[in-house]
């Protein structure tokens, strides 16, 4: 059984908006942080948002500059990632990753033990 599934991607023009859910199958994900990554064609993996379990912290990349939103509903077992004002190089596979162990909120794609198999999103010009 995946333990993360991502839904909400899809294709939208420059400054659109997309909300990326992310369903994990464990009860025991309220005690998980949940990061969000993507990842477009010839680059590397890298960190977008991750919201801590518990703690309600959140954190974002440099380049999300107060456009994304990442929120946790626990009792729907469910991370969010509201996304607005879109741009072409927002376009990439987006996955959601969880630390189960730990409940840290890192760049380091290595230190979140399970993930979903993504969701793409394509922004036009």
């Known amino acids: 059984q995946v333990p993360l599934v991502e839904s909400g991607g899809g294709v939208v023009q420059t400054g659109g908006s997309l909300r990326l859910s992310c369903e994990a199958s464990?009860?025991?994900?309220?005690?998980?942080?949940i990061a969000w990554f993507r990842e477009a064609p010839e680059k590397q993996r890298e960190g977008v948002a991750c919201?801590?379990?518990?703690?309600?912290?959140?954190s974002y990349a440099p380049f999300v500059k107060g456009r994304f939103t990442i929120s946790r509903d626990d009792a729907k077992n469910t991370v969010y990632l509201e996304m607005t004002n879109l741009q072409p190089e927002d376009t990439g596979t987006y996955y959601c990753?969880?630390?189960?162990?730990?409940?840290?909120?890192?760049?380091?794609?290595?230190?979140?033990?399970?993930w979903g198999r993504g969701t793409q999103v394509t922004v036009s010009s």
């Open positions: 464990s009860v025991a994900s309220p005690y998980w942080s």
């Open positions: 919201a801590q379990a518990k703690n309600g912290r959140t």
């Open positions: 990753a969880a630390d189960r162990q730990f409940n840290w909120c890192t760049w380091r794609p290595t230190d979140f033990d399970a």
